[in-house]
């Protein structure tokens, strides 16, 4: 409902500017200062007086003196209080936000017809995934879920490295060492188990004598060629490493949960000659030059001073190379194509958004959107030595000490539905990888994190357990009204409290935030809305009774109420990648 208000307000608006004969460019439709009751208001008074030639509070005046309501279903009324013109809602405007969240698929947008695959995660598969690199999948995960509400057809992609060094050096590593060689796996996991490979053929490299690490680099080079020739024999050797240490990150990711439509080889844009495409028309540009024995684009046009290398002096293409024709192939098969990175590769993707350009590609299509790291305090976690910390390890810990934390509250707990421990073992994971995205995900991307354990799995404070905790109430009030007899009704004429008002303003405001969200790829900015949503809706719990009501009329419609408050922080969880329990 708030975007049908919100457009009957930028019309109102934009019809008095005309009638006034004042330009309607900028019509400066925004949230109100707090001591402001109203819904919207406009600031364009400002923004007219000089050309008007009056003071702002006098213009706002004459242009809310032009609003004419006739034909507005949500605008009850308009005012004017110092420079800004005031916008308050009806009562249709509650009705039908009341009427519209009690459908299950509440805060879901029109579909727009557009096809968009978001990339995220792809980290190298040479083991497993460390926590450090844990946003990329969580916030990734969620850009693809908000778009998707938003009403676009989303898929996921992960693009495997399996053409560079590394997977080179793993290939080599594997097929030369003895298992006997190598200590015992963290877990009994093919990343785990493989990963084992890649760290002794590194020590190799970096310690052994001079010759024998000139055998092993040539025995490198020999396969990174073979991959570049299109031998398929190479490739096999290649696919044998990744595949298995793949299986085995999925299995990680799978628990957050990140999972993906398509996982995208870097060799299949070798094998069907993409890659060897996308050089020749590379040299062919204006902007290629051959320097320091290899072929680069200089791109200072576009203010980039660093060179872009393509094709190194043996002929091979680079990531960013084949990365080209990759992006290339998403623009042919999609409308818009997102990928979701490391700070640390801001100034690759700004050379990719560049070569695109040069080879002639609508990079309007392309938004590419940066991470920041995640860190863990100083002794939050034991690890073991010389392997840092897993996601696995984060996830283990998070859910041992959530299911430490339902255990304690066990006696406090207000419903008399038993849990077994089948219950506890499910409300423990819901809640400890809730905490764990949420505490991720709720902080803007840009700006590091550090997680901590107290914060993030606190039940009263802002954190994952505390929205949660708000759609097991409503499931709650739910059982125990239908036990009583009491059916959800949707009369808002008997919802008059200030606290029932701010619950259905709140939801009425749900799908907007869904689509500003979407629009600048900010999932934090639901998880701040599911933040001040459980306040709003608590503070509604505390202050009006549904299962004792005065009246049954007030209870059948507090009830709606409910239930259109239990779909809103649902979806908003659902946004977020997290599970809603239905009991805590």
């Known amino acids: 409902m708030f975007r049908a208000f919100r457009s009957e307000v930028e019309a109102a608006v934009e019809s008095a500017l005309s009638a006034l004969d004042l330009p309607t460019d900028d019509l400066g439709v925004e949230e109100p200062p707090e001591d402001m009751p109203a819904a919207l208001a406009s600031s364009v008074a400002f923004r007219l007086a000089g050309e008007v030639g009056a003071p ?15 034909g507005y279903e949500y605008v009850d009324r308009v ?14 405007y509650y009705a039908d936000a009341l009427d519209a969240g009690r459908d299950a698929g509440y805060g879901e947008l029109p579909a ?4 968009v695959v978001v990339e995220h995660t792809s980290a190298n598969p040479t083991g497993p995934v460390h926590v450090g690199r844990a946003r990329n999948p969580i916030f990734g995960d969620a850009v693809a879920r908000l778009l998707e509400y938003a009403g676009n057809d989303v898929e996921t992609h992960y693009y495997v490295n399996d053409a560079g060094r590394q997977v080179a050096v793993f290939t080599w590593a594997y097929e030369t060492f003895d298992e006997s060689d190598l200590p015992d796996p963290e877990r009994d996991r093919a990343d785990y188990d493989l990963v084992r490979y890649y760290r002794k053929g590194n020590d190799f490299l970096e310690s052994d004598d001079d010759e024998a690490v000139a055998d092993a680099e040539a025995e490198i080079a020999e ?7 299109g031998d398929e024999a190479t490739f096999e050797r290649v696919a044998t490493v990744v595949d298995q240490v793949l299986s085995g990150m999925r299995t990680s990711l799978e628990r957050l949960p990140a999972e993906f439509d398509r996982f995208v080889k870097e060799t299949e844009f070798i094998r069907n000659g993409d890659a060897d495409e996308v050089v020749t028309r590379l040299k062919d ?5 051959y320097e320091e024995d290899a072929w680069q684009l200089d791109l200072s046009e576009y203010g980039i001073e660093k060179n872009l290398v393509f094709l190194r002096s043996d002929d091979t293409t680079l990531y960013t190379t084949r990365d080209l024709a990759h992006h290339e192939w998403k623009f042919d098969n999609y409308d818009e194509a997102v990928t979701v990175l490391g700070e640390d590769h801001k100034l690759q993707a700004e050379q990719l958004e560049a070569a695109l350009d040069v080879l002639g590609n609508e990079t309007d299509k392309l938004r590419q959107t940066f991470y920041s790291w995640v860190n863990l305090p100083e002794g939050g976690m034991s690890t ?10 984060l996830l283990d810990e998070s859910v041992r000490r959530a299911r430490e934390e339902v255990e304690d509250r066990l006696d406090t707990r207000i419903r008399n ?16 990888i809730g905490a764990v995205r949420y505490d991720i995900v709720s902080k803007q991307p840009t700006k590091g994190i550090t997680f901590e354990w107290e914060r993030a799995l606190d039940f009263e404070a802002q954190s994952a357990p505390y929205v949660q905790y708000v759609h097991a109430r409503c499931c709650g009030i739910e059982s125990e009204a239908a036990e009583a ?15 029932e008002r701010a619950l259905i303003e709140a939801i009425a405001r749900f799908p907007a935030v869904i689509e500003r969200a979407a629009d600048d790829l900010e999932p934090h900015v639901v998880a701040t809305f599911a933040r001040d949503f459980a306040e709003t809706f608590n503070t509604f719990y505390r202050e009006c009774s549904v299962l004792n009501a005065d009246d049954e009329a007030v209870s059948a419609a507090r009830l709606g109420l409910v239930e259109a408050a239990r779909h809103t922080v649902a979806n908003a969880l659902d946004v977020l990648g997290i599970e809603a329990p239905e009991s805590m």
């Open 384 to 393: 073991r030595e010389g392997t840092g910390v897993d996601l696995d390890d």
């Open 79 to 92: 005012d004017a209080q110092g420079p800004y013109v005031n916008f308050y809602v009806s009562e249709a």
């Open 417 to 432: 539905d038993d849990l077994s421990e089948d219950d506890i073992d499910r409300i423990a994971r819901q809640v400890g």
């Open 285 to 289: 540009s204006g902007a290629a030059v």
């Open 223 to 229: 396969i990174m060629q073979g991959l570049e020739a």
């Open 112 to 115: 727009t017809g557009k096809s």
């Open 485 to 499: 007899g009491i059916e959800p009704a949707a009369d808002v004429s008997v919802l008059t409290t200030d606290a």
């Open 56 to 70: 702002p509070p006098a213009v706002a005046e004459d242009v809310a003196s032009e609003i004419d309501l006739d």
